[in-house]
């Protein structure tokens, strides 16, 4: 048993990273065969961890299924990141505590951000005594002993480590797209923005060796792949841990010789964006032209309350950089409104800066406070009243902006990569354009997993309608 502890979290130490290997170890004879369900909240790098867990599960020889009901292990992996993120976590739980009283063999387990948290996992070891095992962030490669062990010993089996020097390579993946690809490319992060729980959750700052990364779409290519999109909590980090001056730019040039037609890259933190970085995006042709930019507040002081490290000055100047040289690019970002002593002034600031750079779109937050970050010390003295309404008021305009966005592309004929037929409408196909945005696609063929070029004929808030030309 391991159990986290925050303060061990917040560490960072100077040693190098190590490179592991992922060693593959048998899983329990009662679980070969049987059923497992994965379900994942959170992030596009919570998603990968997905791929992994389902990708070692079955290489072990379980089977999937997407029926609660049908399934002997069920493993949640979860986000921390707002308290709705929990919320969600712990309803599933009851659901599933409920199954088991029928189906006494079932297996659960916990795994992810959340289970970094010291006080849920303590929450789960006094109340929680049906969870049959946790594990962390630190130890997916470990999994199968987590479960092993557990079933040997007949006892709730926990363990979680609070922070690492470790990349795995090698760990299996059951991939979701077979043409677009999540790859990690950096992990952890050493921001610390005082709101957020990932520093605490995702541990130190680690870049993978280029070698490995590149290989890695190498197979992609070969195996079919027509995107990859490169992952961190702030890719503009890259090899800052790693190498003396290689960095995200030199990695975009040596991903961009393997061939892959469609290169993007989440979450890009201001404060690391460098002009070669720019460059690199706009002269390389399978580099797409979309940056997501969070930029939080409108407010220097806010700004500096969250431990951002830039001016809405500076952000706007690197905001401008990017739309003059990547053409065609757009930009969405992040904000956080109610932050703790955001005034109704700071947040006029945001509003102005909506209206400032007339983002393509945002995702927008009320601020959480989350357990051991500074911002959850500080007095929390905005109402939730004033919170809802802030919100409200923020997303009409970002909503009127990202509707503008969109207008601005009927009538043009763009390229989109083809993923399927459309959730909403089984007559369609859905993609995306090379500027992120969601199409609905009028086609007489499948087109599904190709580029082709696409006539938009009509703009939704959220997504567009063309015609395959
Ligand atoms: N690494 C990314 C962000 C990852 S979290 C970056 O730095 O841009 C995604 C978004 O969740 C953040 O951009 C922020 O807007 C929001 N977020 C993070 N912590 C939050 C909190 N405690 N309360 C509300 N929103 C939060
Ligand atoms: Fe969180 Fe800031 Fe790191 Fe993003 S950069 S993950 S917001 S600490
Ligand atoms: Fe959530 Fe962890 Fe991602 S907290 S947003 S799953 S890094």
């Not at 593959?24 to 867990?53: A, P, W």
């Not at 659960?108 to 006094?126: H, L, P, R, T, Y």
């Not at 961190?232 to 010789?257: E, H, I, W």
């Not at 006539?455 to 959220?462: Q, V």
Request: aromatic share 8%; proline share 3%; glycine share 6%.
């Amino acid at each position: 048993m391991n159990l986290p502890n925050m303060l061990e979290a917040k560490k960072r130490d100077n040693l190098e990273v190590n490179n592991i290997d992922y060693k593959s170890t048998l899983l329990d004879k009662s679980l070969v065969g049987k059923k497992y369900f994965v379900r994942t909240y959170g992030c596009q790098m919570n998603e990968h961890d997905g791929e992994r867990i389902k990708g070692v599960l079955s290489s072990e020889g379980m089977i999937e299924t997407d029926s609660l009901e049908e399934a002997d292990l069920v493993i949640l992996n979860t986000c921390a990141i707002r308290e709705n993120a929990h919320d969600k976590v712990f309803g599933f739980m009851g659901l599933i505590k409920k199954l088991k009283e029928s189906k006494p063999d079932l297996l659960m387990g916990i795994c992810g951000c959340m289970a970094q948290e010291e006080s849920v996992v303590n929450e789960i070891m006094s109340k929680y005594k049906y969870v049959d095992f946790v594990f962390g962030t630190h130890n997916l490669d470990d999994m199968i002993n987590v479960i092993n062990t557990r079933i040997k010993t007949n006892k709730q089996n926990i363990e979680v480590y609070s922070n690492s020097n470790n990349v795995c390579e090698g760990i299996p993946e059951k991939r979701e797209s077979k043409y677009t690809a999540w790859v990690d490319i950096i992990l952890g992060c050493d921001k610390f923005c005082t709101y957020c729980i990932v520093p605490y959750t995702r541990g130190k700052q680690r870049s993978r060796r280029k070698e490995d990364i590149i290989s890695d779409v190498e197979k992609l290519v070969k195996d079919g792949y027509k995107e990859v999109t490169l992952l961190g909590q702030n890719v503009n980090a890259y090899g800052k841990d790693l190498y003396p001056d290689y960095t995200l730019a030199d990695l975009f040039r040596d991903v961009s010789k393997t061939g892959i037609p469609r290169i993007r890259f989440v979450t890009s933190h201001p404060w690391d964006f460098t002009d070669e970085m720019i460059d690199a995006i706009s002269e390389l042709p399978n580099v797409m032209p979309y940056v997501h930019l969070p930029i939080q507040s409108g407010s220097d002081r806010i700004l500096k309350l969250m431990g951002r490290r830039y001016t809405k000055e500076e952000y706007l100047t690197l905001y401008n950089k990017i739309r003059e040289k990547v053409k065609g690019v757009s930009i969405t970002t992040d904000i956080i409104v109610g932050f703790p002593g955001e005034t109704r002034e700071d947040f006029s600031e945001t509003l102005d800066i909506v209206n400032t750079c007339k983002f393509d779109g945002a995702f927008t937050f009320i601020f959480s406070p989350r357990e051991n970050t500074p911002a959850a010390l500080l007095e929390d003295n905005v109402s939730l009243e004033e919170k809802n309404e802030r919100l409200h008021e923020l997303n009409e305009l970002v909503n009127k902006y990202s509707n503008e966005s969109n207008q601005r592309e009927v009538g043009k004929v763009v390229k989109c990569l083809v993923l399927g037929k459309s959730e909403k409408d089984e007559s369609k196909y859905m993609g995306y354009t090379e500027n992120n945005k969601l199409v609905n696609i009028v086609s007489d063929i499948d087109v599904t997993g190709e580029i082709v070029d696409v006539k938009i004929d009509e703009a939704k808030s959220f997504s567009l309608n063309g015609t395959r030309v």
